[in-house]
């Protein structure tokens, strides 16, 4: 089992940035997600990270504003957000893989998840 541990969230007005950041107890799944979840919504992939190619994918309407990065070192990943709407309010979550490599958008294709951050996003 991984363990992953996010930070990060809080209140901010649109228009602002948050940085979120996940440490994870293994890195050698060579993949992490983040995902969002908004109340009464499904849990929807924001951004995927290949950490062994160092590859990105981005999904939903965080494209363009949201940013994925790693640091290997310290076994954490981090999303940037930028120009936050009212609409980008939810618990955010990162999350490992069931399978090494295995690097897409699907929640099922996750296994492991951290306990969700709160991001409010209000003016």
């Known amino acids: 089992q991984v363990q992953l541990v996010e930070s990060g969230g809080g209140s901010v007005q649109p228009g602002e940035s948050l940085t979120l950041s996940c440490v994870t107890s293994r890195y050698d799944l060579n993949c992490m997600g983040w995902f969002r979840q908004a109340p009464g919504k499904e849990r929807e992939a924001i951004a995927v990270?290949?950490?062994?190619?160092?590859?990105?994918f981005y999904y939903g309407s965080g494209q363009g504003r949201f940013k994925v990065s790693e640091d290997d070192i310290n076994k954490t990943v981090y999303l940037r957000m930028n120009d936050l709407k009212p609409e980008d309010t939810a618990i955010y979550y990162c999350a490992a893989p069931k399978r090494r490599g295995t690097c897409d958008w699907s929640p099922a294709t996750y296994s492991s998840w951290g306990q969700g951050t709160q991001v409010t996003v209000s003016s």
């Open positions: 990270i290949n950490t062994a190619t160092g590859s990105t």
